[in-house]
Structures are given as C-alpha cells and as structure tokens.
C-alpha cells in the first residue's frame, strides 16, 4: 500500500512491513513540523555555512509565496530560486534574488538536489527522467496489455480496501471515543470536544455516503472496468470539509497532550479503545488519519490514471479526477496558511502606533503586497513618502519614524471595495496639476476619494499593478469558496497579540532575527550600546554645514 512520508514522498511497503510499521508512520507523521523535509537540521545547517564560507553558491526553492511585512525582508513567489546568502540563524535566513536581497523564513524554501546546474536545466532533467520512467514501463507491460489490466484491478482495489478501513477508523473514533466522552461531562467540556475531535463526525458521515457511491461503480468481477472517476467529480467539493479538520488539528494535538498530562485521563482513553477493539495506536494517531487520508487520495489518483488506457471510458474522468483533488488540497494547505496568518497580522497592527478605526482582521485575512510608495495629495500636490500595505479589502498606508525606521506610525486606509485602479502614463496630471513618473491612481466611482501614488522604478508599478489585480482576485475566490475567519479566531488573535505587547513598553515590530541583524550590519559594535545609539550609526554622515557654523559664531546664539 501507498503511505505518505513526511516529505510527501510515496514509499511502498512489503506485506512483511506493513504490519508494524503504521505506528511508525503516525510517529514520523506527528513528529514532522511539515510535509517538506526542511534543511533545518543542526548537521545539514553547519554543511550549508560550510558551503557559503567555501565561496559555493547555494541554490533553493520557495515552497510557498511569502508575502513581506517589512522592508528588509524578502518576498518570493512559490517556484522562485533564491540564492542563500546567510543561513547561521535556524529560523530566518538572508537571501538574493536578482537585485533584490532579504531576510525570508527557512522553513518556506527546500534546498536544490543539484547545486550545480541552473534551475531550467535541473527542472528539464526531471521532466526528462520521468518521461523515461514513463516510457520503460510501457515497454514492460504494453499498451492494453492484461498485464496492465492488473495493475489497474490493483489500485482499484486498494482504493476500495482503504476506503472501508478508513471507514472503520472513522467510526471507531465516533462511537469508541465521541460517545464514551459524552457521557463523561464532569470530565470534558462541550467545548474541549469540539477543540479535540473537530468536524470529524461530519467527515464520517460524508464518507459514508462516498463509498456508498465507490460501491455501486466498483465491478467486483472485473476491477479494471470500474468507473470510478466520477465519484470524486461528484463529490469534489464535498471534499472541502476537511479544510476545517486540518485548521483545527494542530489545536487538538494541543488540548490533547494538556489532558494527557493528568493519569485518569490517559485511562480513560485507554479504556475507550480496548473497549471498541481497537488496534493499539494512540487517540493523537487515530486523529491523525484523516490528514492523511485527505493528502493521499492525489497520489491513487495518480496511480489510477497510469493505468488506465485513454481508451478506457474512466480515463477522462479519473484525469479531472485527479485535478480536482490536487486542487482540494491547494485549497487546505491555502487556508491553512491564512489561519496562520491571522496571528502574523494581529501581531503588525499591535506593532503600528497611532492605530485608528476598526482593527484590521474585521475585513481582512490576508496581506497581498508591501512597499513604499510615494503619495501625492491634493490640492497642493504634496508628496509624502509612505509604507504601503495591501490586504485583502483594504489597503493601509504608515509613516516610518525618522530615527527608527523599525517604527510605524498609522496614517490612513483606503477602501479597495469601493476604488478602482488606473494606470497613470507619465507626464501631468490634470486632476493634480503635477508632474508624475511610475504612477497609478485609485479612484473611487463618485471621484470623491483619490489617490495619486508614485513608484520608483517601472517595475515597481507594474508589480503593484499586479497585486491590486491578485487583491480583487483574492477577494473573489473567497467569495466563491466561502472562506471567512470567524469572530472567535479574530478575538483570539488581537488578545494574543495585546499580550506580546504590554501597555507602556515600545511598539517596535518584533522579529526574531532581529539581535542577528544587527550583528551583521554591525559585526564590530560592541552589544552594551543603547538601540538608539545603534540606528544613529547605522545613518550616514552628513557633511558639516557652513551656515551652522556661521550662527554659532554669534554672540546671541552662545550657550
């Protein structure tokens, strides 16, 4: 049977292993921070240093978009080959791409396997290595061959067979665990419950009425003729149900080991599995599976559609089939990452001085883009320069202090529902009466509310041009998938964040590489200099002023 590894990676297992190897899996699965195999390793991280100080150039490869917050980190889009600059911190590290170079989280980027060769020619060799594994098996079993024919009667049945043991699992932690916990309210709270099993009763009852369908399409007689393809058509968005469970698990995994910390309630549980007749394996294992289950249903597709010929009347089918559970799963992991989210954006607005109006996870969930830009007000035409920060819905611009440049200072927001966007060519303005270069306009329908902002470079506007597009895409999407944070999470993360900043104490956006930074931009200065101090050497020098050093030679001016 097919298993999925921490890293994402299939791994068939001997009939001989597979018996005592589940719990393993559950343990390597639990144990895993994520599905990638990150390069985060004391050993691995030592080899990379290594590598850098060597003068070797050291290549990897975003996993996931990273949206920045601050200028001095780096923003990346997933696929993106960022050269790795710095990697003595574990957790962030400093990176180049192009002209461009920053801090970016290291568990958003997988190391390249080949270091040597250019990212296209490494990507050319995979293509072409999978079209020879492709080609090789083909020789061996032949187009419409029977022997083909079993291979697909194989993964049909395995198909069928995990189903119904998934089934199984599903009731075992409904019947063997919900219930018995129900009856014991002096030990549990509704609301413990629902932190530690989720929507889970929900996913059982789907499931059912899943296989239900599997079952009328799987011929028992002949395997390989089932039509199975359609059943995920069917139900594909029914599939999103787990986006919930998977938010919410990291949650029970919590609530979970709180409990399990206190004897009666390791005995309890322990008494609710021998009493289903259960197989020993921990309620954090079982509650584990349907993550898995959610991540594993791609990979038969896959399998599936290998052996199935173009001929057969499944084919086109299980291929939209396929897609669609890729799809199903971008969508979780997506959502996954705006839940997280939420508490990275708590934590920036509780760092922005002055903050005024609602807070901004009333209406937004996510951060599209960031950059300075230069504002252009009217009627006088004064230009401000301002830190932008486009969310989903709204857009925020801040003032940078003029000592901490670490410091913001809320100004103002503007409403992206009710804006539409122009491209401004350069030249004057007629409404303005300025001159502009780089420049974009949002106006709102009525032509009440405008905003005249300019970019640097060429480049720098069209990408903003681009993310004022991704903006209203987003806002689209969510609509149509029914994504929303509800109010409790909201609450949760602006008291999370009200916490890791304490009334009377300064509001400076806190990173966790920030000590680090400053030893790098600063390796000689000695670590007892105020943080004052610190940013005034960081400034260039000025050159003296004769006009200062004329006044000073007055007599009234003389301390």
């Not at 590290?93 to 920053?102: A, K, N, P, T």
């Not at 979970?256 to 008494?271: C, I, Q």
């Not at 470079?457 to 597009?469: I, N, T, V």
Request: charged share 30%; aromatic share 10%; glycine share 6%.
């Amino acid at each position: 049977n097919a298993v999925i590894l921490p890293d994402g990676a299939p791994e068939k297992l001997g009939a001989g292993d597979e018996a005592g190897s589940e719990e393993d899996l559950y343990e390597d699965l639990r144990s895993s921070g994520h599905r990638f195999g990150h390069p985060g390793g004391a050993g691995e991280q030592l080899a990379i240093n290594e590598l850098i100080s060597d003068g070797s150039v050291v290549y990897a490869e975003a996993l996931w978009d990273h949206v920045t917050m601050d200028d001095q980190e780096l923003g990346f889009k997933a696929g993106d080959v960022i050269e790795v600059v710095d990697a003595t911190n574990k957790e962030w590290w400093w990176g180049r791409i192009l002209d461009s170079e920053g801090w970016f989280p290291a568990s958003f980027v997988r190391l390249r396997v080949n270091q040597d060769e250019p990212m296209e020619e490494y990507l050319a060799q995979l293509e072409e290595a999978q079209e020879e594994n492709s080609a090789g098996m083909a020789l061996l079993l032949g187009p419409g061959l029977p022997c083909k024919e079993q291979m697909r009667t194989n993964v049909i049945n395995e198909i069928m067979s995990t189903e119904r043991d998934y089934i199984k699992h599903l009731k075992d932690i409904c019947e063997g665990y919900i219930k018995q916990c129900r009856k014991r309210m002096d030990m549990f709270t509704e609301e413990q419950l629902c932190t530690i099993f989720g929507n889970i009763e929900d996913i059982y009852r789907f499931q059912k009425k899943f296989l239900k369908c599997l079952e009328k399409k799987f011929n028992k007689d002949e395997p390989h003729l089932s039509e199975i393809g359609c059943c995920f058509l069917e139900h594909q968005t029914d599939f999103q149900i787990y986006s919930e469970y998977c938010n919410n698990h990291p949650n029970a995994c919590v609530q979970l080991s709180k409990l399990m910390k206190l004897n009666k309630y390791v005995f309890f549980f322990e008494a609710c599995r021998l009493l289903q007749k259960m197989i020993d394996i921990s309620l954090d294992g079982f509650l584990l599976t349907p993550v898995q289950k959610i991540c594993k249903y791609p990979l038969q597709l896959a399998e599936l559609l290998k052996y199935t010929n173009p001929q057969h009347r499944d084919y086109k089918d299980v291929e939209a089939a396929l897609n669609g559970m890729k799809n199903v799963a971008r969508l979780i992991n997506e959502r996954k990452r705006r839940l997280e989210n939420v508490d990275k954006i708590a934590q920036w607005q509780s760092s922005i001085e002055d903050w005024e109006g609602e807070d901004i996870l009333s209406r937004s969930s996510d951060l599209i883009y960031s950059g300075e830009l230069t504002k252009i007000s009217p009627p006088q035409g004064k230009s401000q320069q301002r830190m932008f920060f486009l969310f989903n819905h709204q857009m925020v611009y801040c003032k940078k202090d003029l000592l901490r440049r670490d410091i913001l200072y809320y100004k103002g927001r503007v409403d992206m529902d009710q804006m539409e966007v122009l491209d401004v060519e350069d030249g004057k303005d007629k409404e303005l009466n300025v001159s502009v270069k780089n420049a974009l306009k949002l106006r709102s329908p009525s032509g009440d509310e405008v905003h005249l902002l300019c970019a640097k470079k060429p480049e720098q506007k069209q990408r903003w041009l681009r993310a004022f597009r991704d903006e209203r895409e987003q806002v689209q999407h969510d609509r149509e998938t029914g994504f929303s944070i509800t109010e409790v999470q909201k609450k949760q993360a602006m008291l999370n964040a009200c916490k890791s900043h304490p009334a009377g104490k300064p509001k400076a956006v806190n990173r966790p590489y920030y000590d680090f930074l400053l030893r790098q931009k600063h390796p000689t200065l000695p670590t007892s200099l105020p943080q004052q101090q610190v940013f005034m050497l960081a400034e260039p020098k000025r050159k003296s002023s004769n006009f200062w050093h004329n006044i000073g030679r007055l007599t009234p001016f003389k301390k």
